[in-house]
């Protein structure tokens, strides 16, 4: 294949549209203590269009950070002096840094080695020696970042929680981030009317606590207020402690279903109902009981190349797996998942349930990445699901799948 051919064919392999991505000269911090390895991958960016800028430790690339923002950080996990994970950490935490990608390269995939990586809040990593397919792939998911940030959330996926309590907000935000929602978050009445009318036509539906810790008003008046505004999109009340007879009555009257109470739900129910008000008939990706196993996943789309992702949080029934460059939704995967502690990978195969690319810009928060409902899972992993998962629960893979919640 021609060199020049590369970025179209992979752009088109990974999300499944026919458009070339602008060819830009987007600046791309190279991190390296290794000389040779800065040399071949900066290379390899100058024929892709981008500009590498070779640096050879992460003071330097703290440095230049000051400077100005690139599109893209590829920093070396192990360096001499401030190592990788370290580094990154810092870029994360630089308030001009907000929502750079970083990408770990890492002299081996081994799953503590990457979970380096993903505690520093690193967006993907790149085993070494680095493959120049796989490097393309992901330099072209940063590249169209921006325009995913322009084409918004997926339709059906667009919601506004307004959190009455930074708990409430963190939690509900996260369940539904992780189920493939996109979420603006609000933290005030003005902010929320602001970010209805701004956004309208990308919303899906709303949540709103109006829970009495709202100091700033009445939270049943604002839920009326955003119903105006968005009569046809769903509405979904919770409340994080006890509220009085009236309050239950008047939010009945406003949405034609009981208020949510935090205190009376354990968080799988509460989160379930909250998901079967805003998509009704939808289902989830999330299993009741959730195993957080660390693993290290690495899959392939069809002529495409090897690509890699971890994840946090799996179930005997799904996987989330974060990376750049997610398959398309609908895509039947064969994947490779090394959990922590394992020194071999498991095989299994899955159905892609919702993928979300990075996008840079966009006001909507979500996880760049990829839903996955496991459909065959070998022995060995099967086995470390049943180890982690209380047998009080009576789980099997032979039972039929339950819905799903975070």
């Known amino acids: 294949m021609a060199l020049g051919l590369l970025p179209r064919y992979f752009w088109c392999v990974l999300t499944g549209v026919h458009m070339e991505p ?3 000269r987007d600046e791309i911090f190279v991190v390296d203590d290794s000389q040779a390895i800065r040399d071949r991958v900066c290379q390899h960016l100058s024929r892709l269009g981008c500009e590498p800028v070779p640096l050879e430790s992460g003071e330097a690339c703290l440095a230049w ?7 893209l950080v590829l920093m070396d996990l192990r360096m001499e002096g401030m190592q990788g994970d370290e580094a990154c950490r ?6 001009a840094a907000q929502g750079l990608p970083v990408v770990m390269l890492t002299g ?7 979970m380096l990586c993903s505690r520093a809040g690193a967006d993907d990593f790149l085993p070494k020696p680095v493959e120049l397919e796989a490097l393309t792939a992901k330099v072209l998911a940063v590249r169209a970042a921006r325009e995913h940030a322009r084409q918004g959330p997926p339709p059906g996926l667009g919601v506004l929680l307004v959190e009455g309590s930074r708990s409430m907000g963190s939690f509900l935000g996260g369940a539904l981030e992780h189920e493939g929602f996109h979420v603006l978050y609000a933290r005030h009445g003005v902010e929320a009317e602001a ?3 701004a956004h309208a036509s990308r919303l899906d539906g709303l949540v709103v606590d109006v829970s009495r810790s709202f100091a700033f008003q009445d939270g049943l008046a604002l839920a009326r207020r955003l119903r105006q505004l968005l009569p046809r999109k769903p509405l979904v009340l919770v409340a994080g402690v006890e509220e009085p007879t009236d309050v239950h009555t008047r939010a009945r009257e406003l949405i034609g279903q009981p208020l949510l109470e935090r205190r009376l739900l354990a968080q799988d129910a509460l989160v379930a109902r909250v998901l079967e008000r805003l998509a009704p008939g939808s289902a989830t990706v999330r299993a009741a009981e959730r195993v957080p196993l660390f693993s290290v996943v690495e899959f392939a789309t069809r ?3 090897t690509l890699t992702g971890f994840s946090s949080d799996a179930s005997p029934e799904a996987l989330f797996v974060r990376t750049l460059t997610p398959a398309r939704a609908g895509a039947r995967l064969a994947l490779r998942v090394t959990l922590a502690g394992q020194r071999q990978a498991s095989s299994v195969e899955a159905l892609v349930a919702w ?3 990075l996008r840079r810009g966009s006001s909507f928060q979500a996880p760049a990445g990829m839903g996955l409902r496991l459909e065959r899972v070998d022995t060995a992993l099967a086995a470390q699901f049943q180890r982690f998962v209380p047998r009080a629960l009576g789980f099997s893979l032979a039972l039929p799948s339950r819905l799903s919640t975070f």
């Open 108 to 114: 081996a995939s081994a799953p503590h080695e990457v």
């Open 22 to 24: 602008a060819l830009t």
């Open 65 to 71: 950070l000051e400077q100005r923002v690139p599109a």
């Open 90 to 95: 810092r870029v994360k935490a630089h308030p």
């Open 355 to 357: 993928s979300n690319p």
């Open 303 to 305: 002529c495409g190349p």
């Open 195 to 197: 970010l209805v009318v």
